[in-house]
């Protein structure tokens, strides 16, 4: 039986991804802080642990895995990485877990490891055009990130792609933009606009209004979560190394994405404009190299990744204010 490990195994797309290995018969470690928010995992072994711990790493690692996915990152929507209040936090934790992890990988000669690097790393100056910014993977240098988080996926980046020269592994590193999905973080400040856009749309009575922050004419695509894994899952098993983008082409405005919440929702409101942490003006992803290299690209529609995902959302909103209500 094949085995794989999955790091940040309780985190978003880290649970998606064991459900998945599950399906194709492997024998799955998950690692994390903490056990999934929104359902049991599927692992058959789950450890809580902290990766920031080279002794932890190296117990996690006791055996040769097929597969090690590391996902596990201090991580959050922009409410939580361009405020500049976590930057130390996220430099010194992120960093570490991949020092570990990785070492621990090598030492017990695991050779296929797959990194989770961010859309956050490609420079400022070349997403400053919300209708044409550059992500074609070749643009990431001079690098210029418009947050520490970013500068980290950078640095990490070329952390795997140096053991893999000097050490001879098989580690692959995707560039991940914007993945959302069910059983994503939705509310308390790490969540990202698609979900923070669905929970304001639900507890939002018809007729009235939400808040976004900026503008709304800023720009980026948005990936649904099982073709985040299965992207994920093919470059795993390739011969190509990356860097690569794993995203959807499908760009729009952050005030298109909120009108399609709306339509999905079935509710008509306004948006007051508020200011707020934004990131970068334009993103979008550049899926040239991923079809190149995999002979496969995302093409699932935003529309169909909103309508998986806003009805989960609204449930949640509903449980809770059940929960307030009885409180
Ligand atoms: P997430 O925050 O839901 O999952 C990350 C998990 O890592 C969390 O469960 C967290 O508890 C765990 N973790 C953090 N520090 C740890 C530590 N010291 N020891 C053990 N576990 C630790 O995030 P996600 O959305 O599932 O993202 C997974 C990966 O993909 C991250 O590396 C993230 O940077 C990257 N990424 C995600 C997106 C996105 O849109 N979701 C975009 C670009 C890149």
Redesign the pocket.
């Known amino acids: 039986m094949k085995t794989a490990l999955v ?10 991804l064991i459900k998945r290995l599950k399906r194709e018969g492997f024998w799955v470690r998950g ?4 056990f ?1 928010q929104f359902s049991e995992t599927e692992a058959d072994d789950f450890l809580i ?5 080279p002794g ?1 790493c190296r117990a996690i690692v006791d055996r040769r895995f097929d597969e090690v996915y ?7 929507g922009a409410g939580f990485i361009f405020t500049g209040e976590n930057d130390a936090d996220i430099m010194h ?2 960093a ?2 991949n020092l570990n992890m990785l070492d621990a990988c090598h030492k017990r000669h695991v050779s296929r490891v797959f ?6 790393m490609y420079p400022e100056h070349n997403q400053l055009d919300a209708k044409a910014p550059v992500t074609r993977e070749d643009s990431a240098y001079p690098a210029n990130p418009d947050s520490e ?1 970013g500068w980290e ?1 950078l640095f990490s980046e070329r952390l795997y792609l140096a053991y893999n020269r000097n050490f001879g592994m098989q580690c692959r590193v995707a ?6 999905g069910p059983e ?2 939705w509310t308390g400040g ?1 969540e ?1 606009a698609p979900a923070a856009l669905c929970r304001k749309v639900a507890e939002a009575e018809n007729g009235t209004s939400i808040e976004m922050w900026g503008d709304g004419e800023q720009t980026r695509s948005f ?1 649904f ?1 099982d073709e ?1 894994v299965e992207g994920t899952i093919r470059l795993t098993r390739s011969d190509f190394q990356g860097p690569v983008n794993i995203g959807s082409e499908e760009m729009v405005t952050i005030n298109e994405l909120a009108y399609l919440v709306m339509d999905v929702a079935g509710k008509q409101l306004d948006i007051d404009h508020i200011p707020g942490p934004l990131g970068v003006r334009g993103r979008n992803s550049h899926n040239e190299l991923i079809k190149a290299k995999l002979g496969w690209a995302p093409n699932e529609s935003l529309r169909d990744g909103i309508e998986k995902t806003y009805p989960w959302i609204e449930a949640q909103v509903n449980k809770l204010r059940g929960r307030n209500q009885y409180a």
Do not use: E, W
């Open positions: 790091c940040g195994g309780g985190g978003f797309i880290g649970h998606h690692v994390d802080l903490k999934p642990a902290d990766l920031r711990d932890n590391q996902l596990a990152a201090d991580m959050g934790n992120s570490i877990v990194y989770s690097s961010s859309a956050c988080y996926k560039r991940y933009h914007n993945i959302f994503g973080t790490r990202k990936l979560v985040c």
